[in-house]
T-cell receptor, first 115, second 114 residues
Framework: DAMVIQNPRYQVTQFGKPVTLSCSQTLNHNVMYWYQQKSSQAPKLLFHYYDKDFNNEADTPDNFQSRRPNTSFCFLDIRSPGLGDAAMYLC??????????????FGPGTRLTVL | AQSVAQPEDQVNVAEGNPLTVKCTYSVSGNPYLFWYVQYPNRGLQFLLKYITGDNLVKGSYGFEAEFNKSQTSFHLKKPSALVSDSALYFCAVREATGANNLFFGTGTRLTVIP
């Protein structure tokens, strides 16, 4: 089945220690998104890639970076995690972006704990 | 500017009874509306969406939602609730024109009581 896969499902890191979260998709979608979701709150969009074009949300901290080496993979890098970065990180994909009616399909998420 | 309101943080319903989870939205133009469900420690699962046409949209697991343009609402409904429907439900909106992101409501926790 086509799907969005996130690894690892649970990640523990230390304060200030860089961490990378991984997302892959078999849907062959053009757009990949990274959301941060804290404790039963609404997901908050950090950034997205439309093909190779990177689109950062204005309020996403510089501490968060992303890479998309190919269509299938997208990575979220947190350069110096703080305690406030502990959250569920959700990856999503859609065939097109922008103003289209395309559905975003989400992965299972990675729960990040910062000690 | 786009926004979504889910006025109820928590909805409790008895198993077998009909359920409604409310959502209202605000956009400048025409909306695309979505409902997602989230089970504990899981990602969001797509339930249904409204693009255009028939105001009553049917989705997964017996859920449906009714688009009401005059009331700017898109309430999620199910005729007979199951215990397994207990989860967190998110409404989301995207404006149909312009390069706009998907905006989520704050979520409604549904508990179905056996």
């Amino acid at each position: 089945d086509a799907m969005v896969i996130q690894n690892p499902r649970y990640q523990v890191t230390q304060f200030g220690k860089p961490v990378t979260l991984s997302c892959s998709q078999t849907l062959n979608h053009n757009v990949m998104y990274w959301y941060q979701q804290k404790s039963s709150q609404a997901p908050k969009l950090l950034f997205h890639y439309y093909d190779k074009d990177f689109n950062n949300e204005a309020d996403t901290p510089d501490n968060f970076q992303s890479r998309r080496p190919n269509t299938s993979f997208c990575f979220l890098d947190i350069r110096s995690p703080g305690l406030g970065d502990a959250a569920m990180y959700l990856c999503a994909t859609s065939r097109r972006g922008g103003s289209t009616s395309d559905t975003q399909y989400f992965g299972p998420g990675t729960r990040l704990t910062v000690l | 500017a786009q926004s979504v309101a889910q006025p109820e943080d928590q909805v409790n319903v008895a198993e077998g009874n009909p359920l409604t989870v409310k959502c209202t939205y605000s956009v400048s133009g025409n909306p695309y509306l979505f409902w997602y469900v989230q089970y504990p420690n899981r990602g969001l699962q797509f339930l249904l969406k409204y693009i255009t046409g028939d105001n009553l949209v049917k989705g997964s697991y017996g859920f449906e939602a009714e688009f009401n343009k005059s009331q700017t609402s898109f309430h999620l409904k199910k005729p007979s609730a199951l215990v397994s429907d207990s989860a967190l439900y998110f409404c989301a909106v995207r404006e149909a024109t312009g390069a706009n992101n998907l905006f989520f409501g704050t979520g409604t926790r549904l508990t179905v009581i056996p």
